[in-house]
């Protein structure tokens, strides 16, 4: 899947969770993303941030792919 989708994706998924809570937004994407994303849409967006920094991710949705990234999700 093209970076372009993966980020609109990690984008949509963000405007809801900020939507119902800010402070908790970003640990709240990054567990969706582990739980709902297949293996090969998570290290698609893991390889946008590491070759980008991210480019076109919103502010919650960036920090979400770096705990993502980081291995710092909970437990699905």
Same mark, same amino acid.
Not at 39 to 62: N, W
């Given at each position: #899947?093209? $970076?372009?989708?993966?980020?609109?994706?990690?984008?949509?998924i =963000?405007?809801?969770?900020? &939507?119902?809570?800010?402070?908790?937004?970003? *640990?709240?994407? &990054?567990?969706?993303?582990?739980?709902?994303?297949? $293996?090969? #849409?998570?290290?698609?967006?893991? &390889?946008?941030?590491?070759?980008? *920094?991210?480019? *076109?991710l919103? $502010?919650?949705?960036?920090?979400?792919?770096?705990?993502?990234?980081? =291995?710092?999700?909970?437990?699905?």
């Amino acid at each position: #899947m093209s $970076p372009d989708k993966l980020v609109y994706m990690v984008n949509q998924i =963000g405007k809801y969770f900020v &939507a119902q809570n800010q402070e908790k937004a970003a *640990g709240a994407i &990054a567990d969706h993303l582990q739980q709902f994303w297949d $293996p090969r #849409m998570r290290r698609g967006i893991i &390889a946008h941030l590491a070759e980008t *920094g991210g480019t *076109g991710l919103e $502010p919650a949705s960036l920090s979400a792919v770096q705990i993502l990234a980081a =291995g710092k999700q909970t437990a699905a």
